[in-house]
């Protein structure tokens, strides 16, 4: 293909339309180029432009997120977010999606979404010390689902595995919402010196610009244009558009990385993530405030008769860009094939504000800079009120609260279902040791992991509660925050930051707009009450499927990723039942709210009811008791109250322990409401000094309770008894089942 044939087409609405650009954003390309584009320049307008990598529908409303706090050094905007974690060093982290990919082809989606989020990390300067994700699949008994479910959890533990950093715990959710649009997101955290952080602003003009990692091919080719449109009957035309991971590639391209960032000869580096080498490169140029100039010729191929269309638009894995100071080239070079990885000066910084390829001695591109970046296109999408919202969800109040004739069959079925039955499948099949610094691995209420060579430790978590957030986004946005601050306190760390995962349909519709708008609008209240700003982040909207078993939108999916800091490793707390004969005291009011809880689904068929409210100032004060706590040794089980409510809670710190429990329980009319209610603000502690405690929550205008006696092989209370085994059969049994194909 000539010069002529890669750059000519005539640009047709047609052409114009599958680039998933609207005549109105056309016409802007028009008066920002004061000329047609060419077919290179408009496939760069289509990607940079993409709900994907231009928020253009989201950030309008990520601007009004908390996002400061005295101990980031860097919020959104970056490649990750950055915290001081005190004695010279920080924690860098971010959650990225990985949906649509997932769907089509999921082992290689999930794996290069892992691939990818962790480049976002070590591009900084970070080693990776921790993955952790956030799964939601549909019906189990939907015939593709046992599919993806293999798929995604194989190429995560995959990659992951192979590249050498521990996965360490995440969350997984069942809902027919899921059908025909999975969610993968993939969060990972590492650490770095505080003076040995790297951003991505090219500066210096003339500085040379450099390709490192592995050649590009075709894959990938428009995947963040196919992130940012729903999928119809057809999705699975769109396999060639999912990337291709090679692990082993990754951990070489990590250690040559950390090997260069040791020295002093890097002015800014970029990954090549969605859209490739075009995002990583306008990014670059736009952020430093420059122009850039790239020769397409020396861009290291792996395909014959690559057009600078397909190289700028590929999205082959383990890339990255570079600036380097002058005269470090061969310096650079001889690290990166040392560690066998392509190398390359493929440009250099300029003072024009333009991108300007060059393809066989012509110049194929020439696009100010501006319009790509800053000035893309921001919308301010039409959204229902809050009241119109929910008179649109026809969510029906919750009516009387149905009673239970077996208590303790109510507990073996919750154990067991899709939500709730034990993960262990999934997680046994992720390296959650590698590294050796995993002080906690998946199973509890947040992952722990040592900065090695000191007493730290970070906790991380990842939490949502869809079904809330349907039901009323306000208060699911909340709750999705106060659980993840919940958790990491129920280990004992201080909740630092959060990155987040917003995951949504399609935009265009008022109804859907109205639940990102809301949920926004609930996390920013929660984040600030909490002291707990939002550091990192993406938007994943158009999460739709109009295929045949599809079900439309999927359920707004505002995934959180929280990170706290433990001083000392050696302090963190489990959720497991140490011991018989101490008293499990309850923390935290129980009014018995069963609107939205997975008894009432589960045990009787129903999705009725408002969304528990959460009250940020119990949690804070309950989160501060809880460190308290367990920082002086006064507990030695802490468990925080969500799905499924008390019991199961219990039961589950029952079966950490193999220990039983003996309950007593109030005397109230309808004791089910207590006991599977899901209010939110509550934890269960063990002690031997429940008056100690219960004091120290009094202290903090909690209430406290004993409630039961650890002891025993079953989980007892007035009228029922489950025993440990029945309990742990039913718990690990549902994945099992399910992927051997019995179900």
């Known amino acids: ?136 699949f549909g019906r189990p008994d939907h015939p593709k689902m046992r599919h993806l479910i293999s798929g995604v959890v194989s190429g995560i533990g995959g990659y992951g595995n192979c590249v050498g950093v521990p996965t360490v715990g995440g969350e997984v959710n069942f809902d027919t919402a899921y059908d025909g649009n999975i969610l993968v997101n993939a969060m990972t955290v590492g650490v770095a010196k505080t003076d040995k952080i790297f951003y991505s602003a090219a500066t210096g003009i003339g500085n040379p610009i450099v390709y490192v990692g592995s050649k590009t091919g075709r894959d990938g080719i428009h995947g963040a244009t196919m992130a940012s449109a729903d999928f119809d009957e057809n999705s699975d035309e769109k396999r060639p558009t999912v990337q291709v991971g090679d692990p082993f590639t990754e951990k070489l391209l990590i250690e040559a990385c950390l090997e260069l960032m040791a020295t002093d000869a890097i002015v800014a580096i970029q990954d090549m993530g969605a859209a490739g080498l075009t995002s990583s490169s306008v990014e670059m140029a736009s952020k430093g405030g420059a122009g850039i100039r790239l020769d397409m010729d020396k861009v290291p191929q792996r395909e014959e008769g690559m057009t600078p269309y397909e190289m700028m638009l590929s999205e082959s894995q383990e890339r990255m860009l570079m600036v380097l100071k002058p005269g470090r080239e061969a310096e650079a070079e001889a690290i990166f094939r040392k560690w066998e990885l392509d190398f390359a000066v493929i440009g250099e910084v300029t003072d024009t504000g333009h991108m300007v390829l060059e393809w066989q001695g012509d110049v194929v591109c020439d696009i100010p800079l501006g319009p790509l970046a800053d000035a893309a296109p921001e919308y301010d999408r039409p959204h229902l009120s809050l009241d119109e919202y929910k008179a ?233 008791l809880a460190c308290d ?52 603000g509550r934890m269960l502690v063990t002690t031997r000094d429940a008056n100690g405690v219960i004091a120290a929550a009094s202290a903090a205008n909690l209430f406290a309770a004993p409630i039961g006696t650890t002891g025993g092989d079953g989980v007892r209370g007035p009228g029922f008894a489950a025993s440990l085994a029945d309990l742990r059969a039913a718990h690990e049994g549902f994945f099992p089942t399910l992927m051997s194909n019995e179900l």
Not at 638 to 650: E, F, P, R, T
């Open 1 to 136: 293909m000539t010069v002529a044939e890669a750059t000519a087409p005539v640009i047709t609405p047609q052409i114009v339309a599958e680039h998933g650009l609207s005549t109105e954003e056309y016409d802007r390309i028009l008066a920002a180029l004061g000329r047609e584009p060419n077919l290179v320049e408009l496939g760069i307008f289509s990607v940079m432009w993409s709900e994907h990598c231009s928020y253009k529908s989201s950030r309008l409303h990520l601007k009004k997120l908390p996002t400061e706090a005295p101990w980031v050094i860097c919020g959104p905007g970056e490649n990750a977010g950055v915290i001081d974690i005190g004695d010279g060093d920080a924690a860098i982290f971010k959650m990225e999606s990985h949906n649509h990919p997932s769907y089509i082809e999921p082992y290689q989606g999930a794996a290069t979404g892992v691939g990818g989020i962790l480049r976002d990390v070590f591009t900084m300067g970070a080693r990776p010390i921790a993955n952790m994700n956030a799964l939601r």
């Open 629 to 680: 706590l367990i920082r002086d040794g006064r507990v030695s089980g802490v468990h925080d109250i969500s799905d499924g409510g008390a019991l199961v809670a219990i039961a589950e710190m029952a079966l950490a322990g193999m220990i039983g429990v003996e309950l007593t329980l109030p005397n109230v009319p309808n004791p089910v409401a207590i006991m599977f209610g899901e209010d939110q």
């Open 392 to 624: 649109w969800a026809k969510v029906k109040p919750l009516g009387d609260v149905p009673k239970s004739a077996n208590i303790a069959a109510d507990l073996l079925k919750l154990m067991g279902s899709p939500n709730l039955a034990s993960r262990r499948w999934i997680w046994e099949q992720y390296d959650s040791q590698v590294g050796a610094d995993t002080v906690q691995k998946p199973g509890g209420d947040a992952a722990v992991v040592r900065v090695h060579g000191s007493r730290k430790a970070l906790a991380i978590t990842t939490d949502c509660t869809p079904r809330y957030v349907y039901a009323d986004p306000y208060e699911g946005g909340k709750q999705a925050i106060a659980e993840a601050y919940r958790n990491l306190c129920a280990v004992g760390a201080r909740p630092l930051a959060v990155t987040n995962c917003l995951n949504f349909g399609n935009p265009q519709r008022p109804e859907i707009m109205a639940q990102f708008v809301e949920a926004l609008r609930g996390m920013g209240v929660a984040c600030r009450a909490l002291d707990f700003p939002i550091v990192s982040g993406n938007v994943s909207l158009y999460n739709e499927s109009k295929a045949t078993g599809g079900g439309s939108a999927i359920l707004p999916t505002p995934a959180i990723g929280g990170v706290g800091l433990l001083d000392d490793w050696s302090k963190s707390a489990t959720i497991a039942f140490k011991a018989e004969g101490e008293t499990l005291v309850l923390i935290g009011h129980s009014t018995g709210h069963v609107g939205q809880s997975l008894w009432l689904d589960v045990c009787h068929g129903r999705k009725d009811g408002a969304a528990p409210t959460v009250d940020l100032d119990v949690e804070k004060r309950l989160g501060r």
